[in-house]
């Protein structure tokens, strides 16, 4: 088990551009979280999926943004018409079934809007 | 007002030294309370965890939760160069379907 991983690691695009990362949590982990970090503060909450359903979003997260579990599997978080304020790193998480407080982190994907 | 205020720091001290660090929040529903470390450009990884109110101690770390006052505490003994990270608190209500973190305080411990 090589824990989460998260792909790009990095990512540039240029204002208005969509930008789509994907997460693999750690096998059999039914949850999953994303989460957005800027510096100097701490991750945010933006969406929570227990297996393939989206049970929770961040009411604060534009419609811009839309995040999916295939399968219950992987995830991936999309960004439409990127804008310089997206620019952040974008974390995901998962965490086993009755364990739940337990979130293994991935490293992040970073995020720079131009 | 946010959810979890943390104080950002940042806090240096001295290799050795007993570490202090505390969340106050205002959601009384919430009942797990974690503490994360993060290192530069990595990602969170988990400390401790305390359900409810009390203390809980893992080797040099020591955790309490006053849910009275709706405070928590992080202590951090005989504190190591290694100990140096962004140490941030969090909390969720009993379905964990959400976390809120607190902004994370940026610890130095000098050798």
């Known amino acids: 088990d090589t824990g989460v991983s998260q792909d790009p690691r990095h990512k540039i695009t240029k204002r208005g551009q969509n930008v789509t990362f994907r997460c693999d949590p750690i096998s059999e982990h039914n949850r999953l979280y994303w989460y957005r970090q800027t510096l100097g503060q701490g991750p945010e909450f933006l969406t929570y999926f227990q297996n393939e359903a989206q049970l929770e979003k961040s009411r604060l997260l534009s419609d811009r943004f839309s995040a999916e579990r295939p399968k219950g599997s992987f995830s991936t978080l999309e960004i439409q018409r990127t804008e310089q304020g997206d620019s952040a790193m974008y974390l995901c998480a998962s965490s086993p079934q009755g364990f739940s407080y337990e979130q293994y982190f991935g490293p992040g994907t970073r995020l720079t809007v131009t | 007002q946010k959810e979890v205020e943390q104080d950002p720091g940042p806090l240096s001290v001295p290799e050795g030294a007993i570490v202090s660090l505390n969340c106050t929040y205002s959601?009384?529903?919430?009942?797990?309370f974690m503490w994360y470390r993060q290192y530069s450009r990595k990602g969170p990884e988990l400390l401790m965890y305390t359900y409810s109110s009390g203390n809980k101690e893992d080797g040099r770390f020591t955790a309490q939760v006053d849910k009275s006052s709706k405070y928590i505490s992080l202590f951090i003994r005989d504190s190591q160069p290694s100990d140096s990270a962004t140490y941030l608190c969090?909390?969720?209500?009993?379905?964990?379907?959400?976390?809120?973190f607190g902004s994370g305080t940026k610890l130095n411990v000098k050798p």
């Open positions: 959601n009384s529903a919430f009942q797990y």
């Open positions: 969090a909390m969720s209500v009993y379905n964990f379907n959400k976390f809120y």
